[in-house]
């Protein structure tokens, strides 16, 4: 890009060149300028058209005038071109430089530098270009109409970049202006050019420190030109780099399509081309550095450096758990050591002590002392198969002992298990039950409602009345008169006694409810130690309800 660019400007300067030597100078020669300088000298003015006329067509001069200027326009703008395309070539330098520079492990952690940090920088310019622009912006229509680089919105960017406002430039202001001055300068200068330029140049630096840091210690030009030089004559006479990567990454024909690489076999692949030992020594070892160099560069984050923290908190717990282990057998063998020593002094007691007992020769020997003390073969088996019974059995009750442990924990585990479920159903018909007695109080309640004012007695009496036989002789006679009439008052008592019958069928529920209810508190108080679940409201909000009831009526009977 950059070479293919630069042809182009070269060309492209070869062709302004010639315009300027060739074709310009051409074009001003078809003008007599000798000849017009003459005359304008001799006449000591200016020529007339007349004049003009005897030294040269003036229509011809003026084509000539014409064509001048056109090919002096086509320079110019050929010139202003060949300008702008210098002024862009300079930053593709620019980027080729930065390839370049990463020939260099010192130079290139500069270009890492920039790569790194070029998110941030760029999330910063965001916030940056806005608080920027406000500021700029804000200095327009305040200095615009007076201040003339302030004037427009192109000049305000470049002046609140360039410059910083001064007392002379608001002297010809107010002085509320002046204070509003003053603190959009002093806001600009603390916010911008020192809070958000000291945060770009830390984002900067600590690019530069990570880079720097990862790459260690990076060779300097210096040391990489000696380098360079010691493997040029090092490598005189080997084969060409190009030759040996060109033929080792042969898809069809590989030189060298054995995966673990020697140097004979090296040496063997490249027997065509001249490859020496020491050609073949100097390849593996720099591929051996290299690869030891990319296994000491090791990259971990932080969530690997947490795995290999707690992996090596748990190897030494491990470590100090073995440790703990291997005191202890330290201190098992030493009471053993020390329990074997008493053992053998208590021997050696008795045995230095036996000749204080009488019957025994002074002079008799150890064996023989022991010899009186030995115990028959019989009695031996006899306790060891006893012994071997006691541990049969002890082994057969620690069984049965582990067996009914684990039956009873299961049945435990059941048990509590069943009266998880009890509470989970019991929290169940708790819930239903408050909800069924919401519904029976609203009930209850529109009862009251529509029974208000109601004389229960005089209505309790109603049957009986309806089963008078003089009521019913008038209603048997009154049949044939009034028959609809009847029918009508039949229905409607009809009606009455259905109504009465489900009263009293809902008044028997909810005494049954509010027994239901009781036993159901007392049970889980029980299970509570004492404390009540179901609310007192329950059962005591219904008493006063009846007696308001009664009370209507009676007070209605004595006003009757």
Same mark, same amino acid.
């Given at each position: 890009?950059?070479?293919?660019?630069?042809?182009?400007?070269?060309?492209?300067?070869?062709?302004? #060149? =010639?315009? @300027?030597? =060739?074709?310009?100078?051409?074009? *001003?020669?078809?003008?007599?300028? !000798?000849?017009?300088?003459?005359?304008?000298?001799?006449?000591?003015?200016?020529?007339?058209?007349?004049? $003009?006329?005897?030294? +040269?067509?003036?229509?011809?001069?003026?084509?000539? *005038?014409?064509?001048?200027?056109? =090919?002096?326009?086509?320079?110019?703008?050929?010139? %202003? $071109?060949?300008?702008?395309?210098? /002024?862009?070539?300079?930053? *593709?330098?620019? @980027?080729?430089?930065?390839?370049?520079?990463?020939?260099?492990?010192? #130079?290139?952690?500069? =270009?890492?530098?920039?790569?790194?940090?070029?998110?941030?920088?760029?999330? &910063?310019?965001?916030v940056f270009f806005a608080?920027?622009?406000?500021?700029?912006?804000?200095?327009? &229509?305040?200095?615009?109409?007076?201040?003339?680089?302030?004037?427009?919105?192109?000049?305000?960017?470049? @002046?609140?970049?360039?410059?910083?406002?001064?007392?002379?430039? +608001?002297?010809?202001?107010?002085?509320?202006?002046?204070?509003?001055? /003053?603190?959009?300068?002093?806001?600009?200068?603390?916010?911008?050019?020192?809070? @958000?330029?000291?945060? $770009?140049?830390?984002?900067?630096?600590?690019?530069?420190?990570?880079?720097?840091?990862?790459?260690?210690?990076? %060779?300097?030009?210096?040391?990489?030109?000696?380098?360079? *030089?010691?493997?040029?004559?090092?490598?005189?006479? /080997?084969?060409?780099?190009?030759?040996?990567?060109?033929?080792?990454?042969?898809?069809?024909?590989?030189?060298?399509? !054995?995966?673990?690489?020697?140097?004979?076999?090296?040496?063997? !692949?490249?027997?065509?081309?001249g490859m020496s030992r020491t050609n073949a020594e100097y390849l593996v070892k720099k591929a051996a550095d290299f690869v030891k160099e990319q296994t000491e560069q090791v990259e971990i984050t932080l969530s690997d450096a947490i795995r290999v923290t707690g992996h090596i908190q748990n190897t030494m717990l491990k470590t100090l758990e073995l440790g703990e282990e291997s005191l202890d057998m330290i201190k098992t063998e030493a009471r053993n050591k020390e329990a074997a020593e008493k053992a053998k002094e208590r021997s050696a007691f008795v045995s230095n002590n036996m000749n204080d007992v009488p019957g025994l020769d002074t002079k008799q020997d150890v064996n023989m002392s022991e010899s009186q003390w030995r115990v028959s073969d019989e009695v031996c088996d006899a306790v060891e198969i006893t012994l071997h019974n006691i541990s049969s059995l002890l082994d057969h009750c620690r069984q049965e002992q582990t067996d009914l442990a684990g039956d009873v924990n299961t049945a435990l585990q059941d048990i509590w298990r069943e009266e998880d479920k009890r509470y989970k159903d019991l929290d169940v018909l708790l819930h239903e039950l408050e909800h069924g007695l919401q519904a029976v109080e609203r009930s209850i309640g529109s009862m009251g409602v529509s029974f208000s004012g109601t004389n229960f007695q005089?209505? !309790?009496?109603?049957?009986?009345?309806?089963?008078?036989?003089?009521? #019913?002789?008038?209603?048997?006679?009154?049949e044939e008169r009034g028959g609809a009439c009847v029918s009508r008052l039949d229905a409607k008592l009809g009606e009455l006694k259905q109504q009465m019958h489900e009263l009293s069928g809902k008044a028997g529920d909810t005494a049954e409810l509010r027994d239901l209810f009781w036993k159901v508190e007392v049970n889980m108080r029980k299970l509570n130690n004492g404390k009540g679940v179901i609310p007192m409201k329950c059962f005591i909000r219904e008493q006063p309800k009846p007696e308001k009831r009664q009370r209507r009526p009676d007070s209605r009977e004595d006003d009757d």
């Open positions: 890009m950059a070479i293919l660019t630069g042809l182009f400007n070269v060309g492209m300067w070869f062709y302004v #060149l =010639v315009q @300027m030597s =060739v074709r310009l100078p051409n074009a *001003i020669e078809r003008i007599p300028q !000798a000849a017009l300088d003459e005359r304008v000298f001799r006449n000591t003015t200016y020529l007339s058209l007349d004049d $003009l006329a005897e030294v +040269v067509d003036p229509t011809e001069l003026n084509v000539n *005038i014409n064509r001048m200027f056109i =090919v002096a326009r086509e320079v110019y703008d050929w010139h %202003l $071109l060949l300008r702008a395309c210098f /002024f862009g070539y300079f930053f *593709i330098l620019i @980027m080729k430089f930065f390839k370049s520079f990463q020939a260099n492990p010192r #130079l290139d952690v500069v =270009v890492q530098t920039i790569v790194h940090c070029s998110v941030n920088v760029a999330h &910063f310019g965001i608080i920027f622009c406000s500021y700029s912006f804000a200095g327009h &229509f305040l200095l615009g109409h007076k201040i003339k680089g302030w004037s427009s919105m192109l000049g305000s960017l470049f @002046m609140c970049w360039s410059t910083s406002l001064n007392t002379e430039m +608001v002297q010809d202001f107010s002085i509320p202006v002046q204070a509003v001055c /003053f603190v959009w300068t002093l806001t600009y200068q603390v916010l911008v050019q020192q809070v @958000m330029l000291n945060m $770009l140049y830390c984002i900067v630096f600590d690019s530069y420190y990570s880079i720097k840091g990862a790459s260690g210690k990076p %060779l300097t030009l210096y040391q990489q030109i000696q380098g360079a *030089i010691a493997d040029a004559r090092e490598t005189r006479g /080997f084969v060409e780099m190009w030759v040996l990567i060109v033929q080792m990454e042969d898809d069809d024909f590989p030189a060298h399509p !054995a995966e673990i690489v020697t140097v004979r076999s090296l040496k063997r !692949a490249f027997e065509r081309e005089q209505l !309790a009496s109603v049957p009986e009345r309806l089963d008078d036989p003089d009521l #019913l002789q008038l209603l048997l006679s009154g």
